[in-house]
């Protein structure tokens, strides 16, 4: 018979399986857990060489003071150290060596702060967290029914449409979102169950709620191990175990009662009608006016305990354990012939890409007020040059104004607008990488993927308005071109975004490196600076006629005649700097700039020359106006060709710093 397994694949049913199932017996021996410092060397050691056991089916609850080594414990037994952290000794399930990828698959673990995509529903994140977690295999039918279960189960049944904590109305609360977190751990069905400071944050009746949670969790045969920090009374009689950790060493595993009554044989008794947890955890705390003592005190129990009835008791069930293993072939590693199939990446890529998608959509910080704010852009520029569009020279000018401003708009808002995002979203990222549930490249891909829809509809709309309303150049075809140019203007400036994002830790250190940065491209954009002089700094003109005599002695008054005008590149040389000269090349800003300018004025001719000052420049041609910036005609689909390399070269950058994130964080 064909039965439907925790991961949720099929497997033959039989007694062996069936016992699998129903859970399994955690024990460690020669436990170590050192913190690192960033060369490798060893600075300090969290767990001091402990063992212990937990069987199946117990509701264990893990105790200590701050920097007792809780956490340090729970996260080593469930191979989820964070980068940093050695771990030495033995881990064994059913007296068995595993892995850490068995471990990935066959356990949950519900961390101390709550973090989801706050604008996806409780039904869409739980759907997203089982095609993520179970079995390629498993049809969309059985999924349904097992979410639609679990939701009944935990009672949010009735909450499976609200979006989980968007700013609205309908969000869920603090005792709500933890039993979603614990909903989402026990959607594969895990054999062992870990959770950090589950009742953290939660009133009386909410904490109470979710004990019994896993209290009935426990029963059905799981193990469940959590850390808890001063539970009540109540809290603390359901649990079936409990272990209590003082400076890195255990002090007693055993049952509530049993601790009580091995602290009073060591002479510190529980007064009546006090909390025992109070009581064991102020015992083995450190006192801040009597370090010393107190710590020579939890030593003495720490040592006491491994001398004592129940240590001796842990130490026969792992032996046990061990015994049973050597004579009985245990396949939980493997599960032989039916093993589990993970998700194909391109599934994976699929329910990113949609969970990203759905977090722009209806996010309104992401895509709906930036699509609002370049609507006021684009009215209030155009307002501000309605009317100042003329072939003359005022009008010259006032072409490149909305060039400028349709480049720069389209640059920095967006880039700063990514560079706000991720860093929000880097701490869900390294959680679910660390579980395991996809890969940097597959995050990195799905987040860039849902986010150009928006990349194209914004400057679409911006453009629109505001090259038909100030009324430049009054061509379909160089509408078409100009949009082309600032897609990809704005798509660049959100790679270079990313780049910077993933780069550094925090926004503001982010920004210091990428405000300098954006000065000196905007600089080299252009309107700021010729990048073409003659020799000896005298800007010479391209005019039809000579009007005065150019300065430069090697240069002849037949230089001014149009017939012989051209300034070779080679003539010119850059006024900047030698040590930044090389900005111009890498300039986004400077490539979009000429290609707009060469879609507005090549082929243009007969431009009004009526200037008062025979000083001022005189451009009657379209092609002078291009001189002018020492842009180039043909450049136009070079230039497109520069921001798609920068766009990949930055999105290629952005990956390595998120790759390495994930792998040293």
Not at 241 to 246: D, H, S, Y
Not at 312 to 322: A, H, R, V, Y
Not at 653 to 659: D, F, H, I, V
């Amino acid at each position: 018979m064909m039965v439907l397994t925790s991961r949720g694949f099929l497997a033959p049913r039989n007694e062996d399986a069936t016992q699998c199932e129903k859970g399994v017996t955690v024990s460690w021996r020669d436990l170590s857990v050192y913190a690192t410092t960033k060369d490798n060397r060893i600075c300090k050691q969290l767990i001091n060489n402990v063992r212990g056991a937990v069987k199946s089916g117990t509701l264990v609850a893990i105790m200590g003071g701050s920097g007792a080594g809780k956490s340090s414990l729970m996260t080593a037994l469930a191979y989820r150290s964070p980068p940093g952290v050695i771990v030495h000794g033995d881990i064994l399930v059913q007296g068995h060596p595993v892995s850490p990828s068995y471990m990935r698959l066959h356990t949950g673990f519900m961390h101390q702060e709550d973090l989801f995509v706050g604008s996806m529903t409780v039904m869409e994140h739980l759907m997203f967290m089982a095609r993520m977690k179970l079995d390629r295999r498993t049809e969309l039918r059985q999924i349904r029914i097992r979410i639609n279960r679990l939701l009944q189960e935990i009672g949010l049944a009735h909450r499976s449409g609200t979006q989980i904590g968007t700013s609205g109305e309908k969000v869920l609360s603090g005792g709500e979102k933890k039993r979603l977190a614990f909903a989402t751990e026990l959607i594969s069905d895990p054999k062992i169950l870990f959770l950090d400071e589950p009742t953290t944050g939660l009133d009386a009746h909410s904490a109470g709620v979710l004990i019994a949670h896993l209290k009935a969790v426990a029963s059905q045969g799981r193990t469940v191990l959590c850390t808890i920090h001063q539970p009540s009374s109540s809290i603390f009689n359901a649990f079936q175990q409990i272990i209590l950790i003082a400076e890195g060493r255990i002090a007693f595993i055993g049952t509530g009662v049993q601790a009580v009554q091995f602290f009073a044989s060591e002479g510190h008794h529980c007064p009546p009608a006090y909390n025992p947890a109070d009581f064991l955890i102020a015992t083995l705390a450190t006192a801040p006016r009597d370090e010393d003592a107190s710590r020579r005190n939890a030593q003495r129990i720490c040592d006491a305990f491994l001398v004592s009835d129940a240590s001796k008791e842990n130490d026969l069930i792992t032996q046990l354990e061990l015994h049973i293993s050597n004579s009985y072939n245990w396949t939980g590693e493997t599960e032989e012939t039916y093993k589990f199939k993970e998700p194909w990446w391109w599934t994976k890529l699929y329910l990113l890409i949609n969970r990203g998608t759905i977090q722009v959509i209806r996010d309104p910080n992401v895509q709906l007020l930036r699509i609002l704010l370049k609507l006021c852009l684009a009215i209030l520029v155009s307002l501000c040059f309605f009317g100042a569009i003329k072939l003359d020279q005022l009008g010259i000018q006032a072409v490149q104004g909305v060039l400028f401003i349709l480049v720069t708009e389209n640059t920095f808002l967006p880039m700063y607008a990514t560079l706000a995002t991720l860093p929000q979203e880097m701490p869900l990222f390294l959680r679910e990488h660390r579980a395991g549930l996809y890969t940097p490249h597959l995050y990195y891909l799905a987040r860039v993927i849902s986010l150009i829809p928006g990349l194209i509809i914004e400057p679409i709309i911006f453009v629109m308005i505001v090259y038909w309303v100030v009324g430049l150049r009054n061509s379909i075809e160089a509408f078409t071109l100009s949009v082309i140019v600032v897609i990809f203007t704005m798509n660049v400036s959100t790679a270079c975004g990313c780049f910077f994002a993933a780069a550094f830790d925090s926004v503001p250190l982010a920004m210091a490196y990428l405000v300098p940065f954006d000065y000196i491209l905007m600089v080299t954009m252009g309107p700021f600076i010729k990048l073409g002089y003659t020799k000896h700094g005298d800007l010479l003109w391209r005019m039809p006629r000579c009007t005065y005599q150019p300065r430069v002695n090697e240069w002849v008054a037949s230089y001014c005649l149009y017939e012989t005008h051209s300034l070779t590149r080679s003539n010119l040389f850059s006024t900047l700097p030698a040590y930044v000269q090389w900005v111009k090349y890498i300039s986004w800003l400077l490539h979009s700039t000429e290609a707009l300018t060469i879609v507005q004025w090549d082929g243009v001719h007969n431009i009004s020359c009526e200037v008062e000052d025979p000083e001022l420049p005189c451009m009657t041609d379209g092609s002078e106006v291009l001189d002018r910036y020492d842009f180039d005609a043909d450049n136009y689909w070079t230039d497109i060709s520069f921001m798609a390399v920068s766009y990949v070269v930055f999105h290629c950058m952005g990956y390595a710093c998120l790759w390495n994130r994930a792998r040293y964080k």
